[in-house]
């Protein structure tokens, strides 16, 4: 499979998995999973060349850890990143670390400013514990900018956060007495 397949696949699974599940007739339960052979009716319905063992290969092989398999492989999810009303996922309240980090484009620094950071469509604002990473995500929507949160110092203040599968930090949302620009 080259290159340029796998991503299309791993977009099509997050389409599905985290945004629109109903676009292929798959049934998210409250926490994201799906039935694999029902994912794989439905992709084959919509024209995707998908099977047990591509998805196999799109779980285990995924630099960003994006989905997961159930213990049996009977069932696959996103394991964050969804705005798919039929999933609540209940992750754990966690401790973050001191200082968290957010990537977005430029284009977007002055809403930020005024309104803090807010999920959007998505249930979690995704944070970072490096600044490498933030800077990859804020690439992909144009010139990066790097935002520093005081993530303890929101702890302490009763905001709620928790840490998805593959290491992505999830809040509800960053007010902008917490949130520092760089650079």
Excluded: C
Aim: charged share 30%.
């Amino acid at each position: 499979m080259s290159d340029a397949q796998e991503v299309e696949i791993s977009r099509f699974l997050s389409f599905v998995l985290r945004h629109k599940p109903e676009a292929i007739g798959l049934q998210l339960d409250s926490e994201g999973w799906a039935d694999v052979e029902a994912l794989i009716t439905g992709a084959v319905r919509a024209g995707k060349d998908l099977d047990e063992r591509t998805i196999r290969r799109m779980v285990d092989g995924n630099d960003k850890k994006r989905f997961a398999l159930s213990e049996d492989g009977r069932r696959i999810r996103a394991v964050q990143g969804h705005s798919s009303a039929s999933v609540q996922r209940q992750y754990e309240t966690v401790v973050p670390p001191q200082r968290l980090f957010h990537g977005t484009a430029s284009r977007f620094l002055d809403s930020i400013l005024q309104k803090g950071l807010i999920a959007g469509s998505r249930h979690h604002v995704h944070l970072s514990t490096d600044r490498e990473t933030a800077t990859q995500v804020g690439e992909r929507y144009g010139e990066p900018v790097i935002l520093e949160v005081d993530a303890r110092a929101m702890h302490e203040d009763g905001f709620a956060f928790h840490q998805a599968e593959n290491g992505v930090w999830l809040t509800a949302r960053v007010p902008v007495a917490y949130l520092k620009r760089e650079g």
